[in-house]
Nanobody, 115 residues
Framework: QVQLVESGGGLVQAGGSLRLSCAAA????????MGWYRQAPGKQRELVAT???????NYADSAKGRFTISRDNAKNTVYLQMNSLKPEDTAVYYC?????????WGKGTLVTVSS
């Protein structure tokens, strides 16, 4: 069983930056891919970025060039550095972990970008 706890969300003006963190807790040996997804009001949850245990990354087109995903395997923590934020980035951001062939989700952290 894996518990994921996100932090770092909040209110920021357009053009600003935020750094999200997600710490995984539990009897963990090694987590495969970790990632960030987001869900805006009235929209489906969508991929933001993922990162494998080896450090390979994948980004949604909307995140490329502005967001950077990273992880600390020793701490079972994944980060999302978000720069040049836009109002359309407003959403609940969810952490995801692929562990032991199961998907785990955090409860989400709200990011609000004001214009």
């Amino acid at each position: 069983q894996v518990q994921l706890v996100e932090s770092g969300g909040g209110l920021v003006q357009a053009g600003g930056s935020l750094r999200l963190s997600c710490a995984a807790a539990g009897s963990i040996v090694s987590i495969n891919a970790m990632g960030w997804y987001r869900q805006a009001p009235g929209k489906q949850r969508e991929l933001v970025a993922t990162i494998t245990s080896g450090g390979s990354t994948n980004y949604a087109d909307s995140a490329k060039g502005r967001f950077t995903i990273s992880r600390d395997n020793a701490k079972n923590t994944v980060y999302l550095q978000m720069n040049s934020l836009k109002p359309e980035d407003t959403a609940v951001y969810y952490c995801n972990a692929d562990y032991a062939q199961e998907d785990y989700w955090g409860k989400g952290t709200l990011v609000t970008v004001s214009s």
